[in-house]
């Protein structure tokens, strides 16, 4: 079954100390991976995709297909860095999005 | 810049009463999606489009309805409101060409009382 998985419904860290928003996947195919981001009170949008392989924001993502995982990274967080995370997941040649249940990140000052 | 939007952002209806909840969406896109999101349980999509008039379940169908007459509007109806039904509801569109991004609206938050 396709299933994405993200263990941690809640992750604080201190400000200046480096993040990890954990993402597994379930899949066969070749998945097209995203992590989306929700800021209080702001609409959902995109942080990042894997195939652009790009830093935003600070952060990056790594899709290890041995491992079925896409976890989100930064080396050192800031305040405006808490939200809400998700991870989603696009199967081959769908435009359905299979998400996490998400993960929200608080920065402590 | 691609703009969804939600046609109310907080709505408060009584158990029972018929409820609408309309997005539109300026880029053209072939695809709109209805999502509710409840904290724990992520985004669960409750119905799509990938075309004018046409639609198809998702995971979370029942007690709802969808309508797709123009292009760039994709309406949620809740035949028959219950308190379970209280959440956040949030549209998204995407190309049906490409890469599979979802672009959204603001939300609107339901009440039913």
């Known amino acids: 079954a396709q299933r994405v998985t993200q263990p941690e419904k809640l992750l604080s860290v201190f400000k200046g100390a480096p993040v990890e928003l954990k993402c597994n996947y379930s899949?066969?195919?070749?998945?097209?991976l995203f992590w989306y981001v929700q800021y209080s009170r702001q609409r959902l949008q995109l942080l990042l995709r894997h195939i652009s392989r790009e830093s935003i924001k600070g952060f990056t993502a790594d899709l290890n297909k041995g491992e079925t995982s896409f976890h989100l990274k930064k080396p050192f967080a800031q305040e405006e860095d808490s939200a809400m995370y998700y991870c989603?997941?696009?199967?081959?040649?769908?435009?359905?999005?299979?998400w996490g249940a998400g993960t929200k990140l608080i920065i402590k000052p | 810049d691609v703009k969804v939007t939600q046609s109310s952002r907080y709505l408060v209806k009584r158990t029972g009463e018929k409820v609408f909840l309309e997005c539109v969406q300026d880029m053209d896109h072939e695809n709109m999606f209805w999502y509710r999101q409840d904290p724990g349980l992520g985004l669960r999509l409750i119905y799509f489009s990938y075309d004018v008039k046409m639609k198809e379940k998702g995971d979370i169908p029942e007690g709802y309805s969808v309508s797709r007459e123009k292009k760039e509007r994709f309406s949620l109806i809740l035949e028959s409101a219950s308190t379970n039904q209280t959440s956040m509801y949030l549209c998204?569109?995407?190309?049906?060409?490409?890469?599979?991004?979802?672009?959204f609206g603001p939300g609107t938050r339901l009440t039913v009382t």
């Open positions: 998204a569109s995407s190309s049906g060409t490409g890469v599979h991004e979802q672009y």
């Open positions: 989603a997941l696009s199967p081959d040649s769908n435009y359905q999005l299979i």
């Open positions: 899949y066969s195919g070749s998945p097209e």
